[in-house]
């Protein structure tokens, strides 16, 4: 079956650090490779992808990174900013068009 | 542009009761999803219409749960009757379609902020 593992389940850093978030998964046919930021009380919202033609992708502070052999992907997130606290989940894409989310890394930035 | 919508934002309601969830897609977008996250564990699929007709409902749980998209614009998702187990938030998505020749890995999929269910 498909499975996605994340790591790690929370993370603290001080504002202006960098934060990295890992995603493994085990379909080798995933070809798309997305992370959701969800606030609270809100639902998850796309803030960077990529696809499995491309080995990385910057966008401003945010960049993924996809490791195809290894099957795993990670989310960079460099200076750090108080609203960048948030839940972020990984959701590669599985059979047909689910996504498969892992179970979520808790960031918290400190001023 | 409107984003996903969601109504109601939170419902409560006693065990064997029924409740319907309403998702309204971004317009023009022919796909829409649903996923839920219940108590403790990750967000999970439950089915995917393209325009009126499910394209994959392997994510359903039970046939205690029904989804329609009449007109293949907004959705219901209906639970008949409701069990404590099904306590959670529900999401709806929704992606443009691809089109001819064009991956659905090209068409990311937007989410509402979802509908908290309380089965008491």
């Known amino acids: 079956g498909e499975n996605v593992e994340q790591h790690p389940s929370t993370l603290s850093v001080q504002e202006g650090d960098s934060a990295v978030i890992k995603c493994t998964y085990s379909?080798?046919?995933?070809?798309?490779f997305p992370w959701y930021k969800q606030e609270l009380g809100k639902g998850p919202q796309l803030i960077i992808d990529?696809?499995?033609?491309?080995g990385e992708k910057k966008d401003q502070r945010i960049a993924v990174t996809l490791n195809k052999t290894a099957k795993h992907f990670s989310l960079h997130i460099t200076e750090t900013q108080p609203e960048d606290s948030a839940v972020y989940f990984c959701?590669?894409?599985?059979?047909?068009?689910?996504?498969?989310f892992g179970a979520g890394t808790r960031l918290a930035v400190h001023p | 542009e409107a984003g996903v919508t969601q109504f109601p934002s939170h419902s409560v309601i006693e065990k064997g009761q029924t409740v319907t969830l309403r998702c309204d897609p971004i317009?023009?977008?022919?796909?829409l999803y649903w996923y839920r996250r219940v108590m403790g564990k990750e967000i999970k699929f439950l089915l995917h219409?393209?325009?009126?007709?499910?394209?994959?409902e392997s994510g359903m749980p039970n046939n205690r749960f029904l989804a329609e998209r009449t007109g293949g614009t907004y959705s219901t998702l209906k639970v008949q009757p409701a069990e404590l187990e099904d306590s959670g938030v529900y999401f709806c998505?929704?992606?443009?379609?691809?089109?001819?020749?064009?991956?659905?890995?090209?068409?990311?999929?937007?989410f509402g902020d979802g509908t908290r269910l309380s089965i008491l």
């Open positions: 990529i696809r499995s033609n491309v």
């Open positions: 959701a590669p894409r599985g059979g047909y068009n689910k996504l498969i």
């Open positions: 219409f393209v325009k009126e007709s499910k394209q994959d």
């Open positions: 317009s023009g977008h022919d796909n």
């Open positions: 379909d080798s046919a995933s070809n798309y």
């Open positions: 998505a929704s992606s443009q379609f691809p089109g001819q020749g064009v991956s659905y890995s090209n068409q990311p999929q937007h």
